[in-house]
């Protein structure tokens, strides 16, 4: 069973930048797809960005391309989502996620496993 808590979240003012940490812990040594997505209230969750522990590979959603970094530290078991130049509108709940199958990368329904959540408020 594989277990994600993410940390790092807060309240920033416009243009400033955030670290997003998941620690996981649990895995049977296969290769995962970790995501982080986002929810804004009153809005549907949505992708953000992707990293597929078997290779590296990574994936960002062009709303945050240029801005946002993902990666991961396989030795900690940690993911992490670097957010510069943050905007108003990258406000919400920010979630850590893993899935073991493929499928569209952004669709929640495919992710078998979900951390708590961490909040990210940006001000302008």
């Known amino acids: 069973q594989v277990q994600l808590v993410e940390s790092g979240g807060g309240s920033v003012q416009a243009g400033g930048s955030l670290r997003l940490s998941c620690a996981a812990s649990?895995?049977?040594?296969?290769?995962?797809?970790m995501a982080w997505f986002r929810q804004a209230p009153g809005k549907e969750r949505e992708g953000v960005a992707a990293i597929y522990t078997g290779g590296g590979i990574t994936y960002v959603v062009d709303s945050v391309k240029g801005r946002f970094t993902i990666s991961r530290d396989n030795a900690k078991n940690t993911l992490y989502l670097q957010m510069n130049s943050l905007k108003p509108e990258d406000t919400g709940m920010y979630y850590c996620a893993a899935k073991t199958g493929a499928g569209f990368l952004w669709d929640t329904h495919k992710y078998n496993y979900w951390g708590q959540g961490t909040q990210v408020t940006v001000s302008s």
């Open positions: 649990g895995y049977t040594g296969r290769s995962y797809y």
